[in-house]
């Protein structure tokens, strides 16, 4: 009797588990054998920003000498690295998070190290004992030139073969770029280079900028990069030779930290780990931190580590000018034609803004008697599209000046100009450098609460007829309404009123009409903010249809913020949907807290966190100051414990 065959299908899953089973042991030998550090890949989900830093290393030699780091300090500083939770990655990872916007890990770190052979001898067998990931900066033209000094062609083969190594190209000029890359894809076929090591400013239009490659410049930075970092202008630290690993960890531990404030009287020389200059020195002694250009150059400059996607700030500073003929304060400095700036010289007081793409522009100048020999302060606000300026405890302007839209974050610090080199000196006595969280009050009498509606970001009111401010009643509610215009523009907060929305509203032929409603509230008030109440909603379908919603009112009106309330399962479950929101407002109790846990930082980043009083507008204090807050018995002090701990965008206040 004849044997019946096996039906194909068993025979497919015999294949699958054998398939299965063989990539577990691939892997697993890979980790055993060269201990490479998997990280896995998160698809990006939100335009908040990822972060990550990039740190170039100089030649690693045996013994080290003034140009070259030794064997041992380097793997002093890979070993903190590891120590301190820090991820590892590659340029690959990096092109990455550009190109297929993927996730990088948190606390994650870029290595780079140059193509010299003491390089390849020394660094190589640290960072594969350690299991990590790097990228090797190749100078072609050296290799082709077959120096010694230089790694050789069986070297960059050897890496190659190898998961913990990506590679980059060190150019002399931008002319040569295209002649290396041919090069080495005749050579090798299908070598894949990641990065560029530019000598000119990548901003330039004679910086290479190849395809799904990014780019570092020259100068001195501080190697902090993020998902809205140009690609081709990314950040590098650059390690000296005798770097303390300590120090550069305490640099990165800051850059990556999430402290909302940050002061500093200089009494200590660990004060230098809160700040850092791109252009000429800075020493702390007595008391100060002393900030001096070089005997080469006209000004110098120092950042606030760890501020570079602050948005509200509360920027103070007292100071002395010591030599050159300008000092100024900086908020969301992204970039030198992107930046808010307050500053002085002899004569004048000048509040400025400058957006990429057109020229500086001053939004207020006043007259300014100014004394070399006298301690000066400054006071720098800027929350949402609004600023409030201070000299010496007088205030600039009688009401908040309004900045341009795309002025949206950046980092903080300060800097010294005069014409001639090596003269731009001051003393920075003491800074108070303080990270807003955002307040929005949701109450339309809330205005009349003096400090509360003064200090707030958002001020939302119920529509009185859901869709717009004027009811039967007529005049009293449309005083009400100028009366709120008139204290968002005097305040600086935005009005953004409060729609509630029913799930039965969303029908395909009611959803174009609640959007002509919607886009005709924003365009017959001129509103700037919208705050959308769906915390009933359950069924994804409306979700969807939010998104839908959303992405035509900001098709109508760009810069529009759109707010939205929702349930917390809602917020757990439908992040997809919720993308096109600028803020989410929720309300978790102390439990349901634990659920932040699971939601990415990018998520969170744009979260308020809603609580409910019988006095409002006495919590908004409490909320200023949340970088104090500790868990407490009373519901704001929790909230602004979990928003201090989460790293959330801020609180909502609303009645009980």
């Known amino acids: 009797m004849k044997r019946k065959k096996a039906p194909v299908y068993i025979w497919h899953w015999v294949l699958i588990v054998v398939g299965v089973w063989t990539a577990l042991e691939v892997r697993g030998y890979l980790q055993k054998r060269a201990r490479v550090e998997f990280v896995r890949s998160?698809?990006?989900?939100?335009?908040?920003?990822?972060?990550?830093?990039?740190?170039?290393?100089?030649?690693?030699?045996?013994?080290?000498?003034?140009?070259?780091?030794?064997?041992?300090?380097?793997?002093?500083?890979?070993?903190?690295?590891?120590?301190?939770?820090?991820?590892?990655?590659?340029?690959?990872?990096?092109?990455?998070?550009?190109?297929?916007?993927?996730?990088?890990?948190?606390?994650?770190?870029?290595?780079?190290?140059?193509?010299?052979?003491?390089?390849?001898?020394n660094a190589v067998p640290v960072i594969e004992q350690l299991g990590l990931r790097a990228t090797v900066m190749l100078d072609v033209r050296a290799m082709r030139q077959t120096s010694r000094s230089f790694m050789s062609w069986h070297d960059l083969r050897r890496l190659r073969s190898k998961p913990n190594w990506d590679l980059g190209i060190s150019i002399a000029n931008a002319g040569e770029l295209p002649g290396q890359l041919d090069y080495l894809k005749d050579r090798f076929g299908d070598i894949g280079v990641c990065g560029v090591l530019a000598p000119v400013d990548p901003g330039s239009s004679a910086a290479p900028a190849p395809d799904k490659t990014v780019v570092f410049g020259p100068g001195d930075a501080d190697g902090y990069n993020s998902s809205s970092t140009d690609p081709s202008r990314l950040s590098l630290l650059r390690a000296g030779p005798q770097q303390d690993r300590r120090h550069l960890a305490g640099l990165l531990?800051?850059?990556?930290?999430?402290?909302?404030?940050?002061?500093?009287?200089?009494?200590?020389?660990?004060?230098?780990?809160?700040?850092?200059?791109?252009?000429?020195?800075?020493?702390?002694?007595?008391?100060?931190?002393?900030?001096?250009?070089?005997?080469?150059?006209?000004?110098?400059?120092?950042?606030?580590?760890?501020?570079?996607?602050?948005?509200?700030?509360?920027?103070?500073?007292?100071?002395?000018?010591?030599?050159?003929?300008?000092?100024?304060?900086?908020?969301?400095?992204?970039?030198?034609?992107?930046?808010?700036?307050?500053?002085?010289?002899?004569?004048?007081?000048?509040?400025?803004?400058?957006?990429?793409?057109?020229?500086?522009?001053?939004?207020?100048?006043?007259?300014?008697?100014?004394?070399?020999?006298?301690?000066?302060?400054?006071?720098?606000?800027?929350?949402?599209?609004?600023?409030?300026?201070?000299?010496?405890?007088?205030?600039?302007?009688?009401?908040?000046?309004?900045?341009?839209d795309s002025l949206v974050s950046g980092k903080v610090g300060f800097a010294i100009w005069d014409p001639s080199r090596g003269v731009a000196a001051c003393r920075i006595i003491r800074t108070a450098v303080k990270k807003l969280p955002c307040i929005a009050l949701m109450s339309a009498d809330w205005y009349k609460a003096g400090?509360?509606?003064?200090?707030?970001?958002?001020?939302?009111?119920?529509?009185?007829?859901?869709?717009?401010?004027?009811?039967?009643?007529?005049?009293?509610?449309?005083?009400?309404?100028?009366?709120?215009?008139i204290s968002s523009a005097y305040n600086g907060h935005t009005l953004a009123p409060t729609v509630v929305l029913d799930e039965n509203d969303l029908t395909m032929t009611a959803r174009g009409v609640l959007i002509g409603k919607l886009a005709d509230l924003v365009k017959d008030h001129r509103l700037e903010g919208m705050h959308l109440d769906c915390r009933k909603w359950r069924d994804e379908r409306s979700f969807v249809q939010l998104a839908s919603i959303i992405e035509a009112l900001k098709a109508g009106a760009p810069q529009l913020?759109?707010?939205?309330?929702?349930?917390?399962?809602?917020?757990?479950?439908?992040?997809?949907?919720l993308e096109p929101a600028d803020i989410l407002v929720v309300r978790l109790d102390a439990q349901q807290c634990d659920l932040l846990d699971e939601i990415a930082r990018p998520f969170r980043l744009k979260t308020l966190l809603r609580t409910e009083g019988d006095e409002p507008w006495s919590f908004a204090e409490v909320c200023e100051q949340l970088q104090n807050v500790e868990a407490q018995s009373d519901p704001t002090g929790d909230v602004g414990y979990a928003v201090k701990k989460y790293d959330l965008k801020g609180i909502a206040l609303c009645k009980r």
């Open 253 to 404: 531990s800051n850059m990556f930290s999430h402290k909302p404030r940050v002061e500093d009287q200089f009494v200590e020389d660990t004060a230098q780990l809160n700040w850092f200059s791109t252009c000429g020195d800075i020493r702390v002694s007595d008391g100060a931190m002393q900030l001096s250009a070089g005997p080469s150059r006209t000004s110098a400059d120092v950042w606030s580590v760890g501020t570079h996607d602050w948005s509200d700030v509360d920027l103070a500073v007292e100071f002395k000018v010591s030599g050159g003929r300008q000092f100024w304060t900086y908020a969301r400095f992204s970039g030198p034609d992107s930046f808010i700036r307050l500053g002085c010289d002899a004569e004048r007081l000048y509040l400025q803004q400058r957006v990429p793409g057109t020229q500086l522009k001053n939004l207020k100048i006043s007259e300014f008697d100014f004394d070399p020999l006298q301690t000066h302060s400054f006071r720098f606000i800027v929350r949402g599209p609004y600023v409030i300026a201070f000299l010496d405890g007088q205030r600039l302007s009688s009401r908040p000046l309004r900045v341009d």
């Open 42 to 121: 998160q698809s990006r989900y939100s335009a908040c920003e990822t972060r990550f830093a990039a740190v170039l290393y100089p030649r690693i030699s045996k013994r080290g000498d003034s140009d070259s780091m030794s064997r041992s300090k380097f793997a002093e500083h890979m070993t903190e690295l590891k120590r301190a939770g820090y991820h590892t990655v590659g340029l690959q990872q990096i092109c990455d998070l550009y190109d297929a916007k993927r996730l990088l890990p948190e606390k994650a770190v870029a290595v780079l190290l140059d193509g010299h052979r003491d390089t390849c001898l």
């Open 561 to 577: 913020t759109l707010m939205v309330s929702l349930s917390p399962q809602c917020y757990q479950s439908q992040q997809k949907n």
């Open 451 to 485: 400090w509360a509606a003064e200090h707030s970001d958002y001020l939302s009111y119920l529509c009185p007829d859901g869709l717009g401010v004027d009811t039967s009643d007529g005049r009293d509610d449309v005083d009400e309404y100028e009366a709120l215009t």
